[in-house]
T-cell receptor, first 115, second 111 residues
Framework: AQSVAQPEDQVNVAEGNPLTVKCTYS??????LFWYVQYPNRGLQFLLK??????LVKGSYGFEAEFNKSQTSFHLKKPSALVSDSALYFC?????????????FGTGTRLKVLA | DAGVTQSPTHLIKTRGQQVTLRCSPK?????VSWYQQALGQGPQFIFQ???????QRGNFPDRFSGHQFPNYSSELNVNALLLGDSALYLC??????????FGQGTRLTVV
């Protein structure tokens, strides 16, 4: 069975400091991994994905994520946080080997960037 | 190019009623998935439509049903509404790539 864990309900970081939002996953086949961001009363916006290839993937708005197969992690990072990055972040996984089309989402991590 | 659009944005229904939510996919996208996001939770997969047929279904009762039209737009129908059906309902569409693009959602409140 597929699952995603986001161990932190909330992450606080000062503006200008680097940020990390953690995600670990479990999938029996090849993981397709995604990060999405959700602003209040809005849908989810796609940030980045890992399908195959380079373990460090770059996405929108300066975000990047590192795929670590041995630790089954896919942490979201940004070198310098902005107040406007404050939002709810979701990690998602899809099993790329099983023929399933559904995404499994984590419970979300609220990021607060303090001015 | 319009993204994924959903209607209505908000609605309030009474227990036992039926509701229909609508989704128009991003241009060129032929696959539509529906998710339910309860307050404080991540989205949960309801089902996916491709070529006007339900291709995969999550763990939702038969009260939840859907349809996809030839123009790829889709509807989500929920019968016999329960208080627990109150949630944000998200439509997501794909083309050939694995990443899905989401609409802004429909906030359903059941009273």
């Amino acid at each position: 069975a597929q699952s995603v864990a986001q161990p932190e309900d909330q992450v606080n970081v000062a503006e200008g400091n680097p940020l990390t939002v953690k995600c670990t996953y479990s999938v029996s086949g090849n993981p397709y991994l995604f990060w999405y961001v959700q602003y209040p009363n809005r849908g989810l916006q796609f940030l980045l994905k890992y399908i195959t290839g380079d373990n460090l993937v770059k996405g929108s708005y300066g975000f990047e994520a590192e795929f670590n197969k041995s630790q089954t992690s896919f942490h979201l990072k940004k070198p310098s946080a902005l107040v406007s990055d404050s939002a709810l972040y979701f990690c998602a996984v899809r099993d790329g080997s099983s023929g399933t089309y559904k995404y499994i989402f984590g419970t979300g991590t609220r990021l607060k960037v303090l001015a | 190019d319009a993204g994924v659009t959903q209607s209505p944005t908000h609605l309030i229904k009474t227990r036992g009623q039926q509701v229909t939510l609508r989704c128009s996919p991003k241009s060129g996208h032929d696959t539509v998935s529906w998710y339910q996001q309860a307050l404080g939770q991540g989205p949960q997969f309801i089902f996916q439509y491709y070529e006007e047929e339900e291709r995969q279904r999550g763990n939702f009762p038969d009260r939840f049903s859907g349809h996809q039209f030839p123009n790829y737009s889709s509807e989500l129908n929920v019968n016999a509404l329960l208080l627990g059906d109150s949630a944000l309902y998200l439509c997501a569409t794909n083309q050939t790539g694995p990443e899905a693009f989401f609409g802004q959602g429909t906030r359903l409140t059941v009273v």
